[in-house]
């Protein structure tokens, strides 16, 4: 139990599908991250959120919209994805957005895109 | 993009056996991470090197970081199944992850 939680931890959705992935954590942390993390391939870094605002944005296609209502809960919104978004997203906090700071992962969310 | 690659990519041993995992690039890194993420789960932080040529110990874990702080190894001795997991590296100036290394420790 790692403080990082992520619901649902399995999802299948079509392509037409909108769904939501959700991540809390209970540590106290000022920031957090998505990541996604595909077979053979480097954890890639999506988005970070420092205090509710968004710091980093990797060139994530449109299709996935983060939200960070509050410091300890952060949302991530798919709609109309594609089958090579099917991947295992990470959740992750840190104390602070500096990449020197320990992230601490939530057991991520497996995503299948029919 | 700094890239960080691990080798071998797969690995599988008998309970007992030693193993070492590499994590190389042609970047310099300001400290560089391990972590172990088993099935199921999200990956978790085992060490943190930072000096280079440091060596730190975690038990039956050995890391070291190279001297030019551009790669870095992980031994395991005496592997138990517990041991069993996917293994990453991250380089930090800006953290970017490596692929990882599958270590399989058959009982």
């Known amino acids: 139990e790692t403080g990082v939680t992520q619901t649902p931890r399995h999802l299948v959705m079509g392509m037409t599908n909108k769904k939501s992935l959700k991540c809390e954590q209970h540590l106290g942390h000022n920031a957090m991250y998505w990541y996604k993390q595909s077979a053979k391939k480097p954890l890639e870094l999506m988005f970070v959120?420092?205090?509710?605002?968004?710091?980093e944005n990797n060139s994530v296609p449109s299709r996935f919209s983060p939200e960070c209502p509050n410091s300890s809960h952060l949302f991530l919104h798919l709609h109309t994805l594609q089958p090579e978004d099917s991947a295992l997203y990470l959740c992750?906090?840190?104390?602070?957005?500096?990449?020197?700071?320990?992230?601490?992962f939530g057991p991520g969310t497996r995503l299948l895109v029919l | 993009t700094q890239l960080l690659e691990q080798s071998p990519q797969f690995l599988s041993i008998q309970e007992g056996e030693n193993l070492t995992v590499y994590c190389n690039s042609s970047?310099?890194?300001?400290?560089l991470q391990w972590y172990r993420q088993e099935p199921g789960e999200g990956p978790v932080l085992l060490v943190t090197?930072?000096?280079?040529?440091e060596v730190k110990k975690l038990k039956r874990l050995t890391f070291q970081f190279g001297d030019a702080r551009k790669d870095s190894s992980l031994h395991i001795t005496a592997a138990q199944p517990g041991d069993t997991g996917l293994y990453l590296c991250?380089?930090?100036?800006?953290?970017?992850f490596g692929a990882g290394t599958t270590v399989t420790v058959r009982a």
């Open positions: 090197v930072v000096t280079g040529g």
């Open positions: 991250a380089g930090v100036v800006k953290l970017s």
């Open positions: 970047s310099v890194f300001s400290s």
């Open positions: 959120y420092s205090l509710e605002e968004r710091v």
């Open positions: 992750a906090s840190s104390q602070d957005p500096h990449p020197k700071e320990t992230q601490y």
